[in-house]
């Protein structure tokens, strides 16, 4: 309980309860320091009497905590308890609020908070033992603004939802005690949004409002409204009743970055985070136990990143930070889903590994400097990361609380939280620039002839190599001299826009290269991309017995004396044909949809298409079509034409994948060259 308003005499003093208003005495073996306090916290105390005073005791076994009348720089310092490894602490700092100490359960979170944040005292204990706030008493003498991320699971849409009935919605009323035992000034809770309607954490607030005389605010804002990652978290502001209310500003919206903003290409990292980090043969079995493919699970670089999670690197085995023995059950699995965001590891080998995210990559995303002096263990750091409270959803809570001390106390112009959020999205963009620098372009090529050997050179004596795909084209160009295969993957890829593990370089009998490799030393060679089988050799198709001549439609004769024009006209196989008007007893005339007169028909030489030749069936099937958004477009491009011999040769080379049109040709072909053969004699 914590007695204020203090009447000392000897070691005896006279109060009243706080909250309560009840009239206490105190008396027993006070420590020499408390007496002449105004106010004290007493763990412990022994209960004597009531007799129109509440008369207690203190003794050795008792704690007391002593408290000096409230300043105004106890507000501008905090103490963070559910600390994890403190990163919202990074935005409290980042506004000018001075931190005194953190409270954490878990020893191994602990550690790593003493290792990002060296010089900040760490009490590695349980907030729900009111003997907690003694030990941060010892650390920390002065009250202080109590910062908390008040446990989750209770009342998140992953979790259970069970409220006040888990036990670990035990950290709501424990923080609102320290607040009481520490005097603090100020409160700042943190939890998922589904906490500000629960019932449960409802009561608390109105408790803490009646009682206590607090002034509550309370607000939801959402990370992805100014980042690349998703964050949608509930903050509420507590004020001593003197201090008045908060005025948080709305947080801002419409940010469009996405993950490839921050995070151009997949990293690798050292051997040994990507080790640690890389999917068990357990973790790859059960994250496919729904039948569901890994890839399902892979970040898409253009979107904004999912809510990272605690159990992002630990949900089918024991969690690095040691909060959890084990992984989650297979029927919890299964029932609720695996939440998860993997990378493909890059690289040149035929195999395919995925990893879960790095912490920093992580970190980028959520606000979160990434540059710190993180754990070795890879998983430990991940889960950590996924509990936080995003530093800029912190820095804009801590500097409205400053401008509103400011416009109390001070005469100057009061703090801005845009303009402290905005010069901590510098610092992540710069630090994540570090992590991912530019891809260097290549340099132009020299203007002087090498003396060296420039291997397989061009006419013009510059390096130059063939380069094929998978599906069937072969390009040549020239290259620098020391150009490797690294290069080339890299130019390839920033064309194409896919990562660097979606392309290998091989031989043209299929051996990988090294990314070292000089392209002078190869002639040609081939680029294997994911997704593509390589081409095959179809077997080829008995031949049609058509002769160019069988390709002129078929006219009776009294129908071409009819309907002849005047003069030649070229005649064409139209792919719009309507077979349906054909008819095997009485054939009739066949009927074209003429292309309008104002696009005349184009003749391309072979020459200008040759290219074409080159497509096997797959390559065929992965180009993509023209784009015709109108008629006069759409005629332009069908009255190209070719040679005859040209299009057989494309149309033997392309097999069966034509398209319904070549189909539709092919059939109209087949019904002239049988209406020539019954009209012959």
């Given at each position: 309980?914590?007695?204020?308003?203090?009447?000392?005499?000897?070691?005896?003093?006279?109060?009243?309860?706080?909250?309560?208003?009840?009239?206490?005495?105190?008396?027993?073996?006070?420590?020499?320091?408390?007496?002449?306090?105004?106010?004290?916290?007493?763990?412990?105390?022994?209960?004597?009497?009531?007799?129109?005073?509440?008369?207690?005791?203190?003794?050795?076994?008792?704690?007391?905590?002593?408290?000096?009348?409230?300043?105004?720089?106890?507000?501008?310092?905090?103490?963070?308890?559910?600390?994890?490894?403190?990163?919202?602490?990074?935005?409290?700092?980042?506004?000018?609020?001075?931190?005194?100490?953190?409270?954490?359960?878990?020893?191994?979170?602990?550690?790593?908070?003493?290792?990002?944040?060296?010089?900040?005292?760490?009490?590695?204990?349980?907030?729900?033992?009111?003997?907690?706030?003694?030990?941060?008493?010892?650390?920390?003498?002065?009250?202080?603004?109590?910062?908390?991320?008040?446990?989750?699971?209770?009342?998140?849409?992953?979790?259970?939802?069970?409220?006040?009935?888990?036990?670990?919605a035990a950290t709501l009323p424990a923080t609102l005690r320290l607040a009481i035992f520490l005097q603090s000034p100020t409160l700042v809770l943190e939890c998922v949004a589904a906490a500000r309607s629960n019932e449960y954490v409802l009561?608390?607030?109105?408790?803490?409002?009646?009682?206590?005389?607090?002034?509550?605010?309370?607000?939801?804002?959402?990370?992805?409204?100014?980042?690349?990652?998703?964050?949608?978290?509930?903050?509420?502001?507590?004020?001593?009743?003197?201090?008045?209310?908060?005025?948080?500003?709305?947080?801002?919206?419409?940010?469009?970055?996405?993950?490839?903003?921050?995070?151009?290409?997949?990293?690798?990292?050292?051997?040994?985070?990507?080790?640690?980090?890389?999917?068990?043969?357990?973790?790859?079995?059960?994250?496919?136990?729904?039948?569901?493919?890994?890839?399902?699970?892979?970040?898409?670089?253009?979107?904004?990143?999912?809510?990272?999670?605690?159990?992002?690197?630990?949900?089918?085995?024991?969690?690095?930070?040691?909060?959890?023995?084990?992984?989650?059950?297979?029927?919890?699995?299964?029932?609720?889903?695996?939440?998860?965001?993997?990378?493909?590891?890059?690289?040149?080998?035929?195999?395919?590994?995925?990893?879960?995210?790095?912490?920093?990559?992580?970190?980028?995303?959520?606000?979160?400097?990434?540059?710190?002096?993180?754990?070795?263990?890879?998983?430990?750091?991940?889960?950590?990361?996924?509990?936080?409270?995003?530093?800029?959803?912190?820095?804009?809570?801590?500097?409205?609380?400053?401008?509103?001390?400011?416009?109390?106390?001070?005469?100057?112009?009061?703090?801005?939280?845009?303009?402290?959020?905005?010069?901590?999205?510098?610092?992540?963009?710069?630090?994540?620039?570090?992590?991912?620098?530019?891809?260097?372009?290549?340099?132009?090529?020299?203007?002087?002839?090498?003396?060296?050997?420039?291997?397989?050179?061009?006419?013009?004596?510059?390096?130059?190599?063939?380069?094929?795909?998978?599906?069937?084209?072969?390009?040549?160009?020239?290259?620098?001299?020391?150009?490797?295969?690294?290069?080339?993957?890299?130019?390839?890829?920033?064309?194409?826009?896919?990562?660097?593990?979606?392309?290998?370089?091989?031989?043209?009998?299929?051996?990988?290269?090294?990314?070292?490799?000089?392209?002078?030393?190869?002639?040609?060679?081939?680029?294997?991309?994911?997704?593509?089988?390589?081409?095959?050799?179809?077997?080829?198709?008995?031949?049609?017995?058509?002769?160019?001549?069988?390709?002129?439609?078929?006219?009776?004769?009294?129908?071409?004396?009819?309907?002849?024009?005047?003069?030649?006209?070229?005649?064409?196989?139209?792919?719009?044909?309507?077979?349906?008007?054909?008819?095997?007893?009485?054939?009739?005339?066949?009927?074209?949809?003429?292309?309008?007169?104002?696009?005349?028909?184009?003749?391309?030489?072979?020459?200008?298409?040759?290219?074409?030749?080159?497509?096997?069936?797959?390559?065929?099937?992965?180009?993509?079509?023209?784009?015709?958004?109108?008629?006069?477009?759409?005629?332009?491009?069908?009255?190209?034409?070719?040679?005859?011999?040209?299009?057989?040769?494309?149309?033997?080379?392309?097999?069966?994948?034509?398209?319904?049109?070549?189909?539709?040709?092919?059939?109209?072909?087949?019904?002239?060259?049988?209406?020539?053969?019954?009209?012959?004699?």
């Open positions: 309980m914590v007695v204020t308003d203090l009447i000392w005499q000897g070691l005896t003093c006279v109060g009243k309860l706080c909250p309560g208003e009840q009239r206490v005495r105190v008396v027993g073996c006070f420590p020499p320091e408390a007496c002449g306090f105004p106010t004290l916290a007493l763990l412990d105390a022994v209960f004597l009497d009531f007799s129109g005073l509440v008369d207690l005791s203190v003794d050795e076994s008792s704690c007391v905590l002593c408290h000096g009348p409230p300043q105004v720089s106890h507000v501008q310092s905090y103490i963070e308890v559910c600390s994890g490894a403190g990163f919202s602490g990074l935005g409290f700092k980042h506004a000018g609020f001075h931190p005194k100490c953190a409270v954490e359960l878990q020893p191994k979170l602990a550690e790593l908070h003493r290792s990002i944040h060296p010089g900040i005292p760490v009490i590695n204990a349980d907030i729900t033992d009111d003997r907690t706030a003694a030990l941060i008493h010892q650390v920390c003498p002065e009250p202080t603004t109590l910062m908390a991320g008040i446990a989750c699971q209770p009342y998140s849409r992953a979790g259970k939802q069970d409220g006040g009935s888990d036990v670990r009561a608390h607030i109105r408790e803490l409002e009646s009682q206590m005389g607090f002034h509550v605010v309370d607000c939801c804002m959402k990370l992805e409204e100014v980042w690349s990652g998703m964050r949608y978290r509930w903050w509420l502001i507590a004020t001593h009743r003197r201090l008045g209310r908060v005025l948080v500003p709305s947080f801002p919206k419409g940010s469009p970055l996405v993950v490839r903003d921050l995070m151009p290409y997949t990293k690798r990292w050292s051997d040994e985070d990507e080790a640690q980090l890389a999917l068990t043969q357990q973790e790859i079995e059960r994250f496919q136990l729904g039948g569901e493919p890994l890839r399902k699970y892979v970040v898409q670089p253009d979107q904004k990143l999912p809510t990272a999670l605690h159990s992002w690197g630990g949900q089918t085995q024991a969690c690095a930070c040691e909060c959890r023995p084990q992984g989650f059950a297979d029927l919890t699995l299964q029932s609720r889903g695996l939440f998860a965001q993997l990378l493909q590891i890059p690289g040149l080998s035929n195999q395919i590994k995925y990893r879960h995210m790095h912490a920093c990559e992580v970190a980028i995303h959520n606000g979160v400097p990434p540059l710190q002096q993180w754990s070795s263990d890879a998983r430990l750091n991940l889960c950590a990361v996924g509990q936080l409270a995003s530093p800029f959803h912190a820095t804009w809570v801590a500097t409205a609380i400053l401008a509103h001390v400011q416009k109390l106390f001070g005469h100057g112009a009061p703090l801005e939280p845009l303009r402290s959020l905005s010069s901590l999205k510098h610092v992540v963009l710069q630090q994540s620039k570090e992590l991912f620098p530019a891809i260097p372009r290549a340099v132009q090529l020299p203007t002087e002839e090498p003396s060296a050997p420039l291997g397989f050179a061009s006419p013009s004596g510059k390096p130059q190599v063939e380069v094929s795909d998978n599906v069937g084209a072969t390009v040549t160009i020239m290259h620098q001299p020391d150009s490797t295969v690294r290069h080339l993957l890299e130019a390839e890829c920033d064309l194409m826009h896919v990562p660097l593990y979606e392309v290998q370089v091989c031989t043209m009998d299929g051996v990988a290269l090294p990314a070292d490799a000089r392209l002078c030393e190869h002639k040609a060679i081939l680029l294997k991309k994911h997704g593509f089988e390589p081409p095959t050799c179809a077997q080829p198709d008995p031949e049609v017995p058509f002769m160019p001549e069988d390709m002129v439609p078929y006219q009776p004769e009294d129908v071409v004396a009819m309907n002849a024009p005047a003069g030649d006209v070229a005649t064409q196989v139209d792919s719009d044909v309507d077979m349906s008007c054909h008819d095997h007893v009485a054939p009739m005339p066949i009927e074209h949809v003429s292309v309008p007169t104002t696009v005349p028909p184009t003749v391309l030489s072979d020459e200008s298409v040759q290219a074409l030749l080159q497509l096997s069936t797959s390559g065929l099937l992965a180009m993509v079509p023209p784009l015709a958004p109108d008629v006069k477009l759409c005629a332009t491009l069908r009255s190209q034409r070719v040679s005859w011999t040209f299009r057989d040769q494309l149309l033997t080379n392309q097999a069966h994948v034509w398209a319904d049109d070549e189909l539709l040709w092919h059939i109209q072909a087949t019904v002239m060259y049988a209406q020539k053969n019954c009209s012959s004699p």
